[in-house]
């Protein structure tokens, strides 16, 4: 059982940063990849980007690309979303997620323990 709690979120004006935490508990983080998902009101749940288990391999979707940074730091139990260059329609509900089979999955039900989520509202 691996129990994740997702920090960080809130309000910033466009082109604003914000940096996302993600702790974990109950299992040793290294035996997981992690994801980060998000979902807008009235939308389904978008993937962001994901990151091996050693941290050497990072995927991002597109719409963050080259302004989205994932990171981990297994001796902590924590994964960072470093979000810059932040626009309006990044505004959503911000959730980390673990897998303990795929190397670096995308898709929302190949995760195993899901955070409560952070909301992150991004003003034009």
């Known amino acids: 059982q691996v129990q994740l709690v997702e920090s960080g979120g809130g309000l910033v004006q ?4 914000l940096r996302l935490s993600c ?9 997981y990849a992690m994801g980060w998902f998000r979902q807008a009101p009235g939308k389904g749940r978008e993937f962001v980007g994901v990151i091996s288990r050693n941290g050497a391999n990072v995927q991002y979707a597109g719409s963050v690309k080259g302004r989205f940074t994932i ?5 902590k139990n924590t994964v960072s979303l470093q979000m810059n260059s932040l626009k309006p329609e990044d505004t959503a509900v911000y959730y ?3 897998d303990g089979t795929s190397w670096l999955p995308t898709m929302a039900r190949e995760y195993d323990y ?3 989520g952070t909301q992150v509202t991004v003003s034009s």
Not at 14 to 17: E, I, K, L, Q, V
């Open 14 to 17: 466009a082109g604003g940063s």
């Open 23 to 31: 702790a974990a508990s109950g299992d040793i983080l290294r035996n």
């Open 71 to 75: 990171s981990r730091d297994n001796a």
């Open 96 to 98: 980390c997620a673990a």
């Open 114 to 116: 899901w955070g409560q």
